[in-house]
């Protein structure tokens, strides 16, 4: 069946600091892939996505590549911001059927 | 405008009582779904609506009952509450099958006593 495995949190930067957030799946065909963020307090927002390989999905700074021979989507940032502080789930479409996959999710924090 | 709402914001009940949530969405989408949040921030899936047919049913307690009465709507009865059903309970929404772009409501903190 399909499943996404992140990285373990809390991952713990400085403000401006690089992010990455590594995301591998393993999914029959070729199934949409997702980045969510969720706030303090909040439900899950959609924060990017990628519908084929080889696309990069884009937004607020972040970006994400779907990478078909690795079967990854790592998330990456070039500076965060204390704003940024939240927990990113990665995800993948459910391929025909209606469940889509979420990654365990990963807690950021970012210090001043 | 809410796109998907849920209610009530905070839950607190004792051991053993009945309560349910309530879930709207006006995105016009025909896909609903239920997932429970623990306090680890995993998300489970508990069940999914299409069009008010019940499509997945994952593995919970027959404690837990949805209801669709259209496809706006998915409401979660949960009866002889335990303190395992602590959590945050999501409801969601999405247009179609492949699961593009998912619309989560705020939560319901459920909190048992």
């Known amino acids: 069946g399909n499943s996404v495995t992140q990285m373990e949190g809390p991952v713990t930067l400085s403000e401006e600091a690089f992010l990455t957030i590594n995301c591998t799946y393993t999914?029959?065909?070729?199934?949409?892939l997702f980045w969510y963020v969720q706030y303090p307090g909040e439900g899950l927002q959609l924060l990017l996505k990628?519908?084929?390989?080889?696309d990069k999905g884009s937004n607020k700074g972040f970006e994400a590549t779907y990478r078909k021979e690795t079967t990854s989507f790592h998330l990456e940032k070039g500076s965060v911001q204390v704003s940024d502080s939240a927990v990113y789930f990665c995800?993948?479409?459910?391929?025909?059927?209606?469940?889509?996959?979420f990654g365990r999710g990963t807690s950021l924090i970012v210090h001043p | 405008d809410t796109a998907v709402s849920q209610t009530p914001k905070y839950l607190v009940t004792q051991m053993g009582n009945d309560k349910s949530i309530k879930c709207e969405q006006n995105?016009?989408?025909?896909?609903m779904y239920w997932y429970k949040q623990d306090s680890k921030k995993f998300l489970k899936i508990m069940f999914s609506?299409?069009?008010?047919?019940?499509?997945i049913n994952e593995t919970v307690p027959n404690r837990f009952s949805p209801k669709s009465p259209d496809k706006a709507h998915l409401n979660l009865h949960i009866n002889s509450l335990e303190l395992g059903d602590s959590a945050v309970y999501f409801c969601?929404?999405?247009?179609?099958?492949?699961?593009?772009?998912?619309?989560f409501g705020q939560g319901t903190r459920l909190t048992v006593v």
């Open positions: 969601a929404s999405s247009q179609g099958k492949d699961s593009t772009e998912a619309f």
């Open positions: 995105l016009g989408h025909d896909t």
């Open positions: 990628a519908t084929k390989a080889d």
């Open positions: 609506y299409n069009n008010k047919e019940l499509i």
């Open positions: 995800a993948l479409g459910s391929g025909g059927s209606y469940i889509p996959t």
């Open positions: 999914a029959t065909g070729y199934p949409s």
